[in-house]
């Protein structure tokens, strides 16, 4: 593994479903994130963890949750998914969360449909 | 509100110079990032300012202006693989980038 992969690449979702979402990196960054991408809004922060352990909100967190018990891994739960979900989900780490010089990295992204 | 405002879109043509402006008013300033995402890929980092000025890199560089709270990427010597969106994106006062909608810039030959 050489920076930080997703998985799956895409997924066709029946609403309803439940769905997670995974994230790994190597880089032993403390900071990850996850990011939705919709056509016109630009990137919004879901969820985000400063280090394991620890999570918090971003700007759209309602329908999702997250965990982070290790450094590596940040995986990205949808309860029951519905279909203003579908989009495009980036999972990013930083090593300097709390400074000004934040410089995330990003996955290759998940393109997810919910029917 | 935060807000950061860029062009929806942009047209070029190849070896020529282009400027992409972006805006913000955000709660607190911690510095701007210039991000490039080709169409189906990841966002990668371009450039970072904390500091008013230019900062050059090759063929992009970066001017900020934190009183106009005001930012400019310039691309230079276009090139087709230039053809992306670019994405400005502000660190607030709690340390957590918010992004702009980012700017689609398409390459003419």
């Known amino acids: 593994i050489a920076g930080i992969t997703q998985a799956p690449t895409s997924q066709i979702l029946a609403a309803g479903r439940r769905m997670t979402l995974r994230c790994t990196q190597d880089?032993?960054?403390?900071?990850m994130y996850w990011y939705r991408q919709d056509l016109g809004l630009g990137l919004r922060l879901i969820h985000y963890?400063?280090?394991?352990?620890?999570?918090g909100k971003g700007e759209v967190p309602d329908g999702y949750s997250v965990s982070r018990a290790n450094t590596d891994d940040f995986p990205l739960t949808l309860a029951s998914a519905v279909p203003s979900q579908t989009s495009v989900y980036f999972c990013?780490?930083?090593?300097?969360?709390?400074?000004?010089?934040?410089?995330?990295?990003f996955g290759p992204g998940t393109r997810l449909t919910v029917l | 509100g935060q807000n950061i405002d860029q062009p929806t879109e942009m047209t070029a043509t190849e070896g020529a110079i282009v400027q992409i402006n972006c805006t913000y008013q955000?709660?607190?300033?911690?510095?701007l990032f210039w991000y490039q995402q080709h169409a189906g890929e990841a966002p990668t980092f371009l450039s970072y300012?904390?500091l008013d000025g230019l900062e050059e890199k090759g063929r992009f560089s970066s001017f900020l202006s934190r009183s106009k709270g005001y930012s400019y990427l310039l691309l230079k010597e276009l090139q087709m693989k230039d053809s992306a969106s670019y994405l400005c994106?502000?660190?607030?006062?709690?340390?957590?980038?918010?992004w702009g909608a980012g700017t689609k810039l398409i390459i003419k030959p």
């Open positions: 880089m032993r960054h403390n900071a």
């Open positions: 300012n904390v």
């Open positions: 963890s400063n280090t394991a352990g620890t999570t």
């Open positions: 990013a780490s930083s090593d300097t969360s709390g400074s000004s010089y934040n410089e995330q990295f």
């Open positions: 955000t709660s607190g300033f911690n510095g």
């Open positions: 994106a502000v660190t607030d006062s709690n340390y957590q980038l918010i």
